[in-house]
T-cell receptor, first 116, second 116 residues
Framework: GAVVSQHPSRVICKSGTSVKIECRSLDFQATTMFWYRQFPKQSLMLMATSNEGSKATYEQGVEKDKFLINHASLTLSTLTVTSAHPEDSSFYIC????????????FGDGTRLSIL | AQSVTQLGSHVSVSEGALVLLRCNYSSSVPPYLFWYVQYPNQGLQLLLKYTTGATLVKGINGFEAEFKKSETSFHLTKPSAHMSDAAEYFCAVSVSASGGSYIPTFGRGTSLIVHP
């Protein structure tokens, strides 16, 4: 149980393109979803936290207009990287959590974004 | 604010040897503690978690961790390493914050290398 599907797994596109990444909880309702960015050989950097039906809470230093997050339902959240540039190239991971504070996060398999 | 420290960015063991990955945390309130494993180009998978109750927690793949409040530690162990255990391991802590929200905090990760 507790499967999170993240799509696409890999994206290669030109500079200036906008890229949308989807995160779906397949067999549970995710009250909260998280978006992370991970640089090579480093830990996860939390970008934003989103709750269904409300605006995402962004971490300091993360541009809201650059990284658009929509959490339209209890099973779907999307991250759109607008006008992507080479410095946005990274591994993006989503996770979903259901229920209380003692519940673990369930992670998607990540999206490798490469901007040429 | 809570924080997590994972001692040693790399741990190298021989196949069949004991695995010990260290995690120390700081928190002003009782924490919830988690260990996750990440294989290359994948998301994170929950190994085990501590919330309340028994301080020795058993997880998947033969791993276990012990919560020691006096030492503010949650070290991860496995009696006998397998080649398939080679991966990146992350310790995480979450605590209840005002308003019922929380931000999970991850350690920097420890890369486990298993030699034949």
């Amino acid at each position: 149980g507790a499967v999170v599907s993240q799509h696409p797994s890999r994206v290669i596109c030109k500079s200036g393109t906008s890229v949308k990444i989807e995160c779906r909880s397949l067999d549970f309702q995710a009250t909260t979803m998280f978006w992370y960015r991970q640089f090579p050989k480093q830990s996860l950097m939390l970008m934003a936290t989103s709750n269904e039906g409300s605006k995402a809470t962004y971490e300091q230093g993360v541009e809201k207009d650059k990284f658009l997050i929509n959490h339209a339902s209890l099973t779907l959240s999307t991250l759109t990287v607008t006008s992507a540039h080479p410095e946005d190239s990274s591994f993006y991971i989503c996770s979903a959590r259901a229920g209380g504070l003692d519940q673990p996060q369930h992670f998607g398999d990540g999206t490798r974004l490469s901007i040429l | 604010a809570q924080s997590v420290t994972q001692l040693g960015s790399h741990v190298s063991v021989s196949e069949g040897a004991l695995v010990l990955l260290r995690c120390n945390y700081s928190s002003s309130v009782p924490p919830y503690l988690f260990w996750y494993v990440q294989y290359p180009n994948q998301g994170l998978q929950l190994l085990l978690k501590y919330t309340t109750g028994a301080t020795l927690v058993k997880g998947i793949n033969g791993f276990e961790a012990e919560f020691k409040k006096s030492e503010t530690s949650f070290h991860l162990t496995k009696p006998s390493a397998h080649m398939s255990d080679a991966a990146e391991y992350f310790c995480a802590v979450s605590v209840s914050a005002s308003g019922g929200s929380y931000i999970p905090t991850f350690g920097r990760g420890t890369s486990l290398i298993v030699h034949p």
